[in-house]
């Protein structure tokens, strides 16, 4: 059965946070991007049917989003 409301003596501890090298995760997924775009731009017009546009301003986007979290982590 699901209760929607514990009693605050039923209230299980939080776990303790874990250590994580969260700039190194940005850093990782902002390159897979920049790679994705890479490929795209070599190779997009190259296959018989040419890629939407908007995949590469996704690729664009994507970096430009992990700059600004690497930015926000990185002060943290």
Do not use: H
């Amino acid at each position: 059965m699901i209760r929607f409301r514990v009693k605050e003596q039923d209230r299980k501890p939080d776990p303790e946070p874990i250590e994580t090298n969260a700039a190194l995760a940005v850093i990782i997924f902002t390159a897979m991007w920049a790679v994705a775009l890479l490929l795209i731009l070599l190779f997009g017009q190259t296959l018989s049917k040419p890629l939407p546009d908007w995949w590469a301003l996704t690729c664009v986007f994507g970096i430009g989003l992990g700059i600004y979290g690497y930015l926000k982590v990185r002060g943290s």
